[in-house]
Every structure is written in structure tokens, then in C-alpha cells.
């Protein structure tokens, strides 16, 4: 529109109705550093900043949704990314097929967060580095250890990662296997023997305490003899039987098969 003044009453009145019709159905509206508009294709309203960058204020509702309803709207997809796995992970296996893992900034109360969510899954091997986050996604320190949840690869439900100022997400404790020793025991069987233990017979001819050791015998034409054995005992000496044991457990925990970041955030 020209800054010239109208030179007829037809010219002023057509500029009087343009100005009126641009306040009344504004392209645009200007509020300090921001100008708010609405996107030409989809209708959504647009702040734009002087500085740069716009931000997109809400989606232009449903045809049949009722004016006097709000509507919170869902967070937008495109916050969300996917990191590029490390070797040995991928999403091949269910859940990560399913769920992928992803990642996005947000802010609560006042400090900015990383959230994770989604699974990778172990593709070979034992890998320890998952990925790698790009800068304005990295603490500003070492953080760890994290725990998040694993997959049925043994019979842990959690396992650790640490997230490094260099932005490696490494997983740190998957195999948590500890052993448990039960100290060695000893002692004795039952108390010593007291008594000595003994036995003795009468054999034929013989006379109790006396041991015969047999009938009477001849050789030679000679008188016949015998042997006596006379009564006697065994001494067995004082004594105790010892034991020494021990018993070890472990807590074996194999490898997992995928990992679950879902509800995992740390501050940066």
C-alpha cells in the first residue's frame, strides 16, 4: 500500500476499506519479537522469532470438533530421533522391531532433559558401546551407572549403562553374576570313646576268660596236649572322627538379548 494520500473521495475510500479489511482478517500479527501467521499449506498457527526459527502453536482442528472443546495435542513425532546404533545392536528382534529405540530434548522444571525410550536388540556377540549421542545431547558429566531394563537372556531384569560427557552410552553390567561362599564347617562326629572294647570265649575244655583253640590233639604216641589261650582283650584308644566342608553359590546371569530404554532420562 503507497504512503501517498489519496488525491479523490474514491481513492481514500478504497484504501480506508483495504486497512479494514487487514485488521479485521490479519495474514499476520506482530506481538514484540514474534510474529504470529498462519502456514499457507496446512493452516497451522505459526510464531516466527526476528532472530530466527519458527515454532508451529497448534494444528488446525477437526471439521466436526465441537469450538468450545481444547484439545492437548500429542507430542509431535518429528521431536523424536533415532540414534545410529554401534555394532553388535541393531532392531531386528522384537521388541525393538516394534518399538525402536529414539531419543528427544525436553525441558522439566527448568532443566533440560534427555528422554529414551524404545529396545535395540543384540544382533552378535557381547557388545558393550549401544551409541554414540551428537552434541546438545550430552551431559556435562559422566553419568552412571543407569539401569534399565533387559531381555530374557538370563535371569536378571535390569541392567546398568553409563552415559559419558563424550556421549557414549555403553552398557556396563550385563552379566551381574556374583558368588556366594559359604564359609567351611568342621567338628566331630559324636564324643570320643570312653571304654575299651574287649571280648572273650571258653572253647571246649577250657574254663571261662579262656579261649580253646581246639580239641585235644595226640602225635607220636606221645600224651596228648592242648594250647590254652587264656581270656583277653583289645584296647582301642580314645578318639573322634573330624569333618571339613564348604558350599558355593552363584548367581549366574547370562547375556541380554535386548535392552529396554523406555522411562530412562538423565539431566544435560
Not at 22 to 37: D, F, H, I, K, Q
Not at 149 to 172: E, H, K, N, P, W
Not at 217 to 229: E, L, P, Q, V
Request: overall charge negative; charged content about 15%.
Amino acid at each position: 500500500m503507497s504512503d501517498r494520500p489519496p488525491q479523490t473521495n474514491a481513492e481514500w475510500a478504497r484504501d480506508t476499506n483495504r486497512r479494514l479489511d487487514g485488521l479485521e482478517n490479519p495474514n499476520a500479527m506482530r506481538a514484540g519479537p514474534w510474529v504470529m501467521s498462519a502456514d499457507q499449506e496446512s493452516g497451522d498457527l505459526i510464531a516466527s522469532h526476528v532472530d530466527g526459527g519458527s515454532v508451529r502453536l497448534a494444528k488446525v482442528p477437526a471439521s466436526d470438533q465441537n469450538p468450545d472443546t481444547v484439545v492437548v495435542e500429542e507430542d509431535d513425532p518429528i521431536l523424536w530421533e533415532n540414534p545410529i546404533l554401534a555394532s553388535g545392536w541393531d532392531l531386528a528382534g522384537s521388541p525393538a522391531s516394534v518399538d525402536p529405540v529414539k531419543y528427544r530434548k525436553i525441558r522439566i522444571a527448568g532443566i533440560d532433559m534427555i528422554q529414551l525410550s524404545g529396545c535395540v536388540h543384540v544382533a552378535t556377540g557381547t557388545p558393550g558401546l549401544i551409541w554414540t549421542m551428537p552434541e546438545g545431547y550430552r551431559p556435562v558429566v559422566n553419568i552412571g551407572p543407569i539401569l534399565v531394563a533387559r531381555g530374557f537372556g538370563g535371569g536378571s531384569v535390569a541392567a546398568q549403562i553409563d552415559v559419558r560427557q563424550d556421549g557414549t552410552i555403553t552398557l556396563v553390567g550385563a552379566t551381574a553374576s556374583p558368588g556366594v561362599t559359604v564359609d567351611n564347617m568342621s567338628g566331630n562326629t559324636g564324643a570320643p570313646t570312653t571304654n575299651n572294647t574287649s571280648w572273650q570265649d571258653a572253647g571246649d575244655g577250657g574254663s571261662p576268660g579262656t579261649f580253646n583253640n581246639g580239641p585235644e590233639t595226640r602225635a607220636g604216641g606221645s600224651d596228648g596236649h592242648k594250647h590254652w589261650i587264656g581270656g583277653h582283650q583289645h584296647n582301642m584308644a580314645n578318639h573322634g572322627h573330624s569333618m571339613s566342608h564348604g558350599h558355593t553359590a552363584s548367581s549366574a546371569t547370562g547375556f541380554p538379548d535386548f535392552l529396554s530404554f523406555n522411562g530412562v532420562m538423565y539431566a544435560i
